[in-house]
């Protein structure tokens, strides 16, 4: 255990052990610190392998900014060590190492590979030949990416929420500033909300809601993501303030990628904040103060200071301190190479600009600390539309404009309230040492500053291009670590000066983020009739129709078909849309919105319609019937009901007619109790006269069954004599009951959609979106007859079926039979004479009661004659189909009307 | 996309709450020639502006009620149900 004495303001418990396990070990730590500080404590180094090299990463900005301490915490991947605190029994896993951390195979791309992985090598190395494609992409799969998403890890049954939360003010960032800014406008009455990254409390204000240990994702038209636990807030404010502070920058050198190379504010934090060493013998390499400060700090922690590089010619107060507590400093210096395999063995420092060993010295160290100077974390104010300037002097882009209603603070504006001597800053060379060995520009991505100028070389010469093709800034740390560097990679190669160059835009999210948090509880309301339980007690097969569960059979499909042929079947209609359209104006409502009349439907009638858009194509169908004078109750498809109800108060909306829309899809149960026996069954329950000549083919009747008042349609989608009986959904069970007692000696069955769908193709009853599309017109769906022209009213779509009615469609919607047998796949193509594809299978079922093969398809106009013979290949099969035009069942609808 | 509009029933919500219909388009009043009637229901004029809309609340009390936006800042500038003002002839 590398612990220091304790030190101030140490965030640790050394009282509190906590055990958790890396890679299987057991590793203790004390309650306060991080994955990252209780590994380091413990003598870990290697913390991950890079992304395409495999080298070995240690901790480096312990910020949560840069890509190296990666890891999977049971199960999750993803996870920043460095930030994440411990808890008991955690599992922590590295990623992307195989067989182990210590031995990874993987790391021969970084031996002997590199000639072969320059950047967009998988379009280069990997292309030739081309039918090893597949190969090669089934390796590339496998070798890319962080971390393995495990069927059955913990993090598939998280439950994620997500909150909406509009504030006067949302303050991103908990430093100093934020926290003034947060304060000031709370002082005004403002409702504040104020988020933090940092796993640091902060102390209430009033007026403020707090959220640390919370990532704002990115900034969209004003709405701001906010991750936080398995919560995600939306939060919608009116003023931005943007206290997101600045980013540590690294240096890019020889071997700047190795374990032991810190940068300063991450080798500050490991011995300030958790009291870990985290060196015994350090070299500094500085562009700024804070790394002179951070010197003398990790100093007085007890780490020796080997030597320390200051970019700067001139000498500042801090260096004249470290020299005399006996510290080497050397001004005009930088780093050229960090040494060592396994771990920092050594640097070499040396002059800028000056070429040669001779002025090289090389050092004995295992810590090497870093500071490239501060670069204002700009990231979400470029999303949020404000731009930046290269500022020379620092070296960096500042903030230049902002929105309106965007407010910058603190750090990232670039203020520093620390009241400390003004500090300047050199601009380090865009890459130092690379004679000495791979410089990287980018971890994340491993992209080194070789690679940027080969990009280059290939004509990728703007950092968009750049970016897209080496993918430098596209990796987990979003360009914290490697935007800057780039941009003055592009700017040395290119000759241009850095403004020139410019930056890109990091796009959201700006902070790793599980797929699940931004997905929310998922939304899916399973609908589910009010006689479900009887489904369900009858083992019926549930499945997914829309947003319904609905009973597809109850075991035998073909069985129950013919139950209704030969005595009676009883089905749950209640998913069909059901609304009641009422007002002095409700007929010519209705012949606005239908190509049929419905204003002359006399009251007790029942009329079939196709509701059809101002294009003339049909959009859904049902039944209406009239109650009364005013009184209309119309039924949509079960999957078009929602949107029949948008588009009926869309129109109510435009022409602003005196009627009124009610939706009683919820609220209203229905049956539908069809077959030779029905009648007689119905008349058992029902105060009302059956008779056929008392209740006829399309009637609507109002009556009780058992006792429950019901609206009861006589229709005929199944081709037998039937009763839609709709009632209030409440006794959706008792009604069901009363029928399948009265029907018992009947014979009587339940019947589910699978046999509704045998039964309706019998009859020619299209389905809205499976017999048509968003193309078909009411005439080639062969429904002519339903698009009166002749009405002298406007309706919607009449233009457009005036214009059909005079035009041959295409193809037409019949019926086919085929007499092998082999039930077609839906979706099958019927081909032409040259066997090209001129329509499709939209149906096909075998009829048990026919005991044929039959089904409906588009076939081009000439072949929609009955007997005409069309081909249609399905999956390879060749079949000979017969058209026919005319209901396979009852022809004639003698049955029906019986 | 991420705006709020304000419903005229139920008040400010979230834009995802909404159904969009559209820019209004006047319904032709006479029989359109062919190529009229292709403009009335495939062409769009998709205004670089302010644009009066066709919104539904979907999540909500499912009302249809129009608005004007600004379409190059999604900022909304007003929303009225339509009844009693002229909506300028019809849904698109």
Redesign the interface.
Known sequence: MSRLPEQPGERINRQTVVRFTFDGKPVEAFEGDTIGSALYAAGQRTFSRSFKYHRRRGLMCCAGQCPNCIVAVDGAPGVRACVEPVRDGMQVEHLNAKPGLELDVMRATDLVGTRFTPPGFYYKTFIRPRRLWPVYEKVLRHAAGLGVLRKEQAEREWRTEYRRRHADVLVIGGGSAGVAAAKAAATEGEDVVLVDEGPLAIEPIPGVEILTRASALGYFDGMVPVWRGDTLHQIRARRHVFATGAIEQPLVFAGNDLPGVMLSGGALRLAQLYAVSPGTRAVVATTNDRGLEAAAKLKAAGVQIVAVADLRETRRAAAQRLSEQGIEVLGGHTILAAKGSKLVDGAVLGPVGVKGASTERAFECDLVVVSGGFAPATSLLLQAGARTRYDAARGCFVLDELPPGVSAVGDVAGVDESGAEADTVAVPPPVAGAGHGKCFACLCEDVTAKDIKLSIDEGYDSIELSKRYTTVTMGPCQGRMCQLASIRLMAKETGQDLGAVGTTTARPPWVSVPMGVLAGRPIEPAKRSAIHGRHRDLGANVKWAGDWRRAYDYGDPEAEALAVHRAAGLIDVSTLGKLLVRGPEAGEFLDRLYPNRFSDLRPGRIRYGVISSDAGRIVDDGTIGRIDEDTYYVTTTSSGAGAVEEWFSWWLADWKMDVRLTDLTQGIAAVNLAGPKAREILGQLADLDCSPEGFKYLDAKQARVAGVPCLILRIGFVGEVGYEIHFAAAYGEHVWDAIMVAGQTHGIKPFGLEPQRILRLQKMHILVGQDTDSESTPFAAAMPWIVKLDKEQDFIGKWALEHYAEQEPSTRLVGFTLADGYVPTEGAVVVDAAGEPAGQVTSARFSPVLDRVIGMAWVPSPLARDGAQVTISDEGQTLRAHVQTRPFYDPDGEVLRS | ????LTCPNCG?R?VTDF?Y?GEISA??AE??S?RE?GE???FRRNRAGVQRE?W?H?SGC????IAERDTRT?EVLLTE???GHD?GG??A
């Open positions: 996309m991420s705006y709020l400010i979230e159904g219909g319904r032709p029989r359109p062919l009637l009335y229901n495939y066709w539904f979907r499912r009302a249809w009620f999604n149900l339509p009844g909506n019809g849904a």
